[in-house]
């Protein structure tokens, strides 16, 4: 979203480094309007089939590791913990602490994806996978509607997973960057931005894990 | 009254004569990476005018194939799964590759900054990658296409689509899923745009309708497009891994899909019309030489389409089983969105009365899609009535409807304003008998095509079969003859566009003596747009008739 020349303090288009900052800024925001249409068209699907078999969804939710789930959802808040002091060591000019947050947020990004990794390995072992070898044992009261809830459940946290992955890749980037000295009290505005990017990925988890690993336990 | 600060003092005369040696954004530079690598929004919309084409030819390409199968009653000249074939990439191709980007991404593209008083869009290289993204997705189509095609109909109904279909589902749909990035990034660098790149002094209400009429569609890229995404995703989900997730007998539910398809194609035919209502917003004007008719009723009337759009998807799916409280909801609300529609209808007929109308080729344009767009939407309040509905649904009726919305009114207003902006866009005048000439032959054509349509559907014949009672046989002929004259009326202006690049007259900054500020800057443009950011002093469509043009604009 950051369209700047590497020198420059703005780009050709731009009168001045604000307009620059606000127009990014917004156009972050609408990207991430666009993020929770389509995830909003996925949870409607979502909703749609657990209020059509409840039973069934309960039964495959309780399949869910929820210990694994609560322990990812803190490394996302406490990885967006991080972001936000990166945001505030730019906005200070702090290069050194903006690189150690920075760092930290793709460490606690990765060992959420490490351990959903785990999580999906588990779940290939015990034939969770929807499709032929779909059967987990012992055998399940509805097992074409369980193949429902993990046909979401792989399809929703693995597009989750996808959006984490383009996350740590920019941040490491702008790890590059920084160092280099690239972002100044005047120009912080990647960084800005992919913090709202960072924290729009976190919330769609804050609502995943909820509606996939706890609808079976009252 | 009006002033404009920042026009040159030198004349347009002046500004002819130095015309060839001026930099603009055409000659800065010639190479072929030049034009593939470039961020100018001016060289990008010229690039999406070449694929726009392209695509559009295609398009017509099938339609030619479903026209030439229906002269006869008899399914003579291919057989009903490759019929099927052609209505489904010709659907597919015009939908997502022509009509859809056509006017935004070309006209939009070129015009928004200059409009605006903008150097480029807010995001240039976002903008050249949606380029690529289109393209990209127009080749995936276009190869699914090659190896045997698609039959599921444009809309890619479920079950068949995910479950039964034995054709390039998946292909077909990661093409529509790519392009449909290319939408979303484009209006989402257009309403970043329109909100921040503005000249000073253009407050929201002193800009061109145009302009409001993209920042509509942009409103309605940006929320719709990703739902759709999110829809074509699963379809491949289920052909791929068969989940069930629309196949009923696996416990899933095919209606969903048509939810999820609707929410977005309903609003996407706003995409494609809104544009056009820009564009017409900006010929009426031109061409009657008179400020517009209630400018701030025509810029919401394209704000309420674009909300009330996202509430009338029901309609596609009166016959689909929706509890009958859900009809009638859906029913009054697809009723609800005729009112901005007609306001602009009228605003536009009231501001043809008392100004200097003349008949330059855009202006027919704009004239044929006033009664065009006029027949077919009341005819889609036809379709809006549930018990109507119920009789045409599925007929020829509805082909006719959106035909006359689609072509007679997207691409009428496309071509409009391809005529009218040309001068601007490549510094040439195209020749004007040629193109009111061709303007009459698509109208006559489109008529011809699509009126006898109507009747079809409404005697019952229904629309996606190639084979007919012979008692249709006379409207179709009508109907595939009046192609013909259609495919003339595209194919003239291709030429004389094309020939005219060469040969047309020069063009001067501001060949229609129109307001705006892409008329204040020299034909064609420089990269910069400007050679200096304008400040804009005056109202939208300051046109004063009855008198001759130049005393209105005063050179401070």
Known sequence: ?????????????????????????LGMWTFLITEIMFFGGLFLGYIIY??????????????????????????????????????????????????????????????????????????????????????????????????LFFGFYFSMTGLHALHMIIGIVILAVFVVQAQRGRFSTEYFAPIDIIGLYWHFVDIVWIFLFPLLYLISRT | MATAVFTPK??????????????????????????????????????????????????????????LELITPAGDL??????????????????????????????????????????????????????????????????????????????????????????????????????????????????????????????????????????????????????????????????????????????????????LFWFYSHPAVYIMILPAMGVISELITCFSKKKVFGYSFIAFSSIAIAVISFLVWGHHMFTSGQSI?????????????????????????????????????PMLYAIGFLGLFTIGGLTGLFLATLAVDVHVHDTYFIIAHFHYIMVGGTIMAYLGGIHFWWPKMTGRLYPEGWARFAALVVFVGFNLTFFPQFVLGYLGMPRRYHVYPDEFQVLNVMSTAGASILGVGYLIPLIYLIWSLRYGQLASANPWNATGLEWKTPSPPPTENFAKTPIVTEEAYEYTPLRPQGQEAEVV
């Open chain 1, 50 to 147: 657990r209020s059509l078999y409840p039973e069934a969804f309960a039964e495959a939710s309780s399949l869910l590791n929820y210990r694994l789930g609560a322990i990812n959802t803190a490394v996302l808040i406490c990885s967006s913990l991080t972001m936000v002091l990166a945001v505030r060591a730019a906005q200070l000019g702090q290069r050194r602490s903006l690189v150690v947050f920075l760092v930290l947020t793709i460490i606690l990004g990765s060992a959420f994806l490490v351990n959903k990794g785990f999580e999906y390995a588990h779940k290939f072992h015990e034939h969770l996978v929807p499709g032929p070898n779909f059967g987990p044992e012992p055998a399940l009261a509805h097992p074409q509607q369980a193949q």
């Open chain 2, 325 to 361: 409280y859900a009809g009638m909801v859906f029913s009054f609300l697809s009723f609800l969105v005729a009112v901005p529609s007609a306001i602009k209808v009228f605003n536009w007929t009231a501001t043809l009365y008392k100004g200097s109308v003349s008949y330059q080729a």
């Open chain 1, 1 to 25: 979203m950051s369209e700047q020349h590497s020198n420059a303090a703005f780009a050709h288009q731009f009168e001045d480094a604000d307009q620059q900052f606000e127009a990014s800024t």
């Open chain 2, 78 to 259: 291919m057989q009903s799964e490759t019929y099927n074939k052609m209505f489904t990439m010709h659907g597919i191709m015009m939908v997502f590759f022509f009509l859809i980007p056509s006017i935004p991404a070309i006209l939009g593209n070129f015009l928004i900054p200059i409009m605006i008083g903008a150097r480029d869009l807010a995001f240039p290289r976002l903008n050249l990658l949606s380029w690529y993204v289109y393209m990209i997705g127009g080749v995936f189509t276009f190869a699914a296409a090659l190896l045997g095609g698609v039959d599921t109909g444009w809309t890619f109904y479920t079950p068949y689509s995910s479950t039964y279909s034995n054709t390039n589902v998946v292909l077909t749909a990661l093409g529509v899923f790519i392009t449909g990035f290319s939408s979303i990034l484009t209006g989402l660098n257009f309403i970043v745009t329109i909100h921040k790149m503005r000249a000073p002094g253009l407050t929201w209400f002193r800009l061109p309708l145009f302009i409001w009429a993209h920042y509509a569609t942009s409103l309605i890229q940006v929320l719709g497009t990703p739902v759709i995404t999110a829809a074509i995703f699963l379809v491949a989900l289920e052909r791929i891994f068969h989940i069930g997730i629309f196949d009923p007998k696996l416990g899933g539910d095919p209606i969903l899909f048509q939810h």
């Open chain 2, 10 to 67: 030198p004349h347009q005369l002046a500004d002819e004569e130095d015309q060839r040696p001026r930099k603009n954004y055409i000659n800065v530079a010639f190479t072929a990476k030049s034009w593939l690598l470039t961020v100018d929004h001016k060289r990008i919309a010229i690039l999406y005018l070449i694929g726009v084409t392209l695509f559009f030819f295609v398009g017509g390409f099938f339609a030619v194939l479903i026209r």
